[in-house]
């Protein structure tokens, strides 16, 4: 066990804790923990690139998917540099390799964005189930970030803060699925890759401020203190602070 986790306070003792200063940046913690700016990048500019190119050369397919790669490349050429996780060099880049792939293989330049919806799939699926076992994954996270473990389910207001957060993570999904799929069945590259954008990282930065806001909200400010320091050391973990 770590120090900081062996400092880490039990969950249902927050209340009795002084009202701690206001959390200038909080939302900022947030934004590191779940990504960072490193990360928004890793997941919007190549694909932002791929649909530019892909449209302004003639529906060129294989320069559309090597400036896609270059870009992925450079991205994680310079988080090497920045000596980020090697998870979060590789993965990006991966991601970016593998709709590639795929992409070139089929001929079909709409199957880029192909691993993109099974993976929102996958987290839709994943966070809805959270919500209906009453286990919302924003809570895992934090929990065990904080190294709470899962005793934040035994306090009524923590586990309702998570639970109204959760739905808006389960929305988030759900309306990518629904706006892009139908846009990759009829094979509307251009559209899709405007969605994609649209429906990335803008969207995904405002369901970020509203679980701050929700989470915020929900709790008083003594579990909140707790909620962001949790929030922190995930970010430190990530390599983000």
């Known amino acids: 066990?770590?120090?900081?986790?062996?400092?880490?306070?039990?969950?249902?003792?927050?209340?009795?804790?002084?009202?701690?200063?206001?959390?200038?940046?909080?939302?900022?913690?947030?934004?590191?923990?779940?990504?960072?700016?490193?990360?928004?990048?890793?997941?919007?500019?190549?694909?932002?690139?791929?649909?530019?190119?892909?449209?302004?050369?003639?529906?060129?397919?294989?320069?559309?998917?090597?400036?896609?790669?270059?870009?992925g490349g450079l991205f994680a050429l310079v988080r090497l540099v920045r000596r980020d996780p090697l998870q979060n060099v590789v993965g990006g880049f991966i991601g970016v390799a593998i709709a590639a792939m795929i992409a070139n293989a089929t001929g079909k330049a709409e199957n880029f964005y192909l691993p993109g919806l099974f993976i929102n799939a996958g987290y839709l699926v994943a966070y809805l189930a959270g919500q209906v076992l009453r286990w919302p994954l924003i809570g895992l996270v934090v929990g065990l970030a904080a190294g709470w473990g899962t005793s934040w389910r035994q306090d009524p207001l923590l586990l309702r803060a998570f639970m109204r957060a959760g739905w808006l993570w389960v929305g988030f999904f759900a309306v990518k699925l629904?706006?892009?799929?139908?846009?990759?069945?009829?094979?509307?590259?251009?559209?899709?890759?405007?969605?994609?954008?649209?429906?990335?990282?803008?969207?995904?930065?405002?369901?970020?401020?509203?679980?701050?806001?929700?989470?915020?909200?929900?709790?008083?400010?003594?579990?909140?203190?707790?909620?962001?320091?949790?929030?922190?050391?995930?970010?430190?973990?990530?390599?983000r602070s």
């Open 1 to 71: 066990m770590t120090d900081e986790q062996a400092e880490s306070p039990n969950v249902t003792e927050a209340t009795n804790h002084a009202d701690p200063p206001a959390d200038d940046g909080a939302g900022f913690s947030l934004v590191r923990a779940f990504g960072g700016w490193g990360g928004l990048l890793d997941a919007g500019l190549p694909g932002l690139g791929f649909v530019i190119v892909y449209t302004a050369f003639g529906h060129n397919l294989r320069l559309a998917l090597v400036v896609a790669l270059t870009l």
């Open 178 to 239: 629904a706006v892009q799929t139908p846009l990759y069945l009829m094979g509307e590259v251009v559209a899709l890759g405007v969605a994609r954008v649209a429906l990335g990282w803008p969207l995904w930065l405002l369901v970020l401020w509203l679980t701050y806001v929700v989470v915020k909200g929900s709790v008083p400010r003594a579990h909140w203190s707790e909620v962001k320091k949790a929030a922190d050391k995930l970010a430190q973990a990530r390599g």
